[in-house]
């Protein structure tokens, strides 16, 4: 794997980030950005995806909700009015859930469903749509290891990234035929703000992750990012259909 921003994989190449305005999102749109890729950053957060933008250079903001499939189709045409192509996705946006699956409402279940499952499926859709007119894409699936393994007090969670991963099978080999690779990454526990949520409110204890992780530490946006890369370079032509883990061994282990 070569390391991102030494060999301009990207340059010329168009990417839509979805929750690019903050952690995974934003590390993945600066490794994109290092390999000379032009950038459409979606977030219910205007101000932090144009303060991503910004810093980032060749970079628009777009403030929009992957639930809504009017805000993504809007972002997937910003990608071909602004920079003449949308050669990579990643549908990235996501929300966590940690309560007892007794206490989850009706809206709290459709919330993560919306937001996990529903939107990246808009998200692909739509980008799929453009690409395959176009003769051909990337399209990035952000799920986790709670898509692969379960954990208690997570069932929303667990389940809509399960979803996510494979959505990313089915699309890989329906859309094969179009020259559109589909592949997903499934990050273990990452040092990003969605973590230290779940921190400050207690729901998580650092030193209980690094410990059961193999690596003995988080994983950094930045190792997420450099997977996503490989995955978005045409190095990996021949990958897709897959979930490549990013979890510092978390889910390879079954000891006590
Ligand atoms: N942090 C982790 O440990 C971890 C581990 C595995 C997977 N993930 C996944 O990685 C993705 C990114 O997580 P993160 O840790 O960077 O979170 P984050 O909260 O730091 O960033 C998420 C971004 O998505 C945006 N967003 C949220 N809902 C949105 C919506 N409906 N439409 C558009 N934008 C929206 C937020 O405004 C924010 O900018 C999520 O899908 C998450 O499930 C995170």
Known sequence: MTAPGTSRALAGKTALITGGGSGIGLAIA??????GARLVLLDTDLPAAEAAAQSLGKAIAIQGNVTQRADVARAC???LEKFGSLDIVLA?????????????????WQRVMDINCTGVFLTAQEAGR?????????ILMMASMY????????LGYCVSKAGVVMMAKALAVEWA?????????????????FLQDLFDRGRLDPAKLKGRTPIGRLISP?????AAVFLA??????VTGHVLSVDGGWTAYGYI
Do not use: C, K, W
């Not at 453009?130 to 990337?138: A, F, L, T």
């Not at 692969?148 to 997570?154: D, I, M, S, T």
């Open 30 to 35: 600066r490794a994109f950005s290092a390999e």
């Open 77 to 79: 045409d910003a990608a």
């Open 92 to 108: 990235n946006a996501g929300v966590s859930q940690n309560q007892p699956t007794l206490d989850v409402t009706d809206a709290d």
């Open 130 to 138: 453009r690409m395959i007119d176009q003769g051909g894409g990337v």
């Open 147 to 154: 898509g692969l393994v379960a954990a208690p007090g997570r």
């Open 177 to 193: 035929a179009h020259g559109v690779r589909v592949n997903a990454i499934a990050p273990g526990y990452v040092d990003t703000p």
């Open 222 to 226: 930045e190792e997420v990012a450099r």
């Open 233 to 238: 370079r045409d190095e990996s032509d021949g």
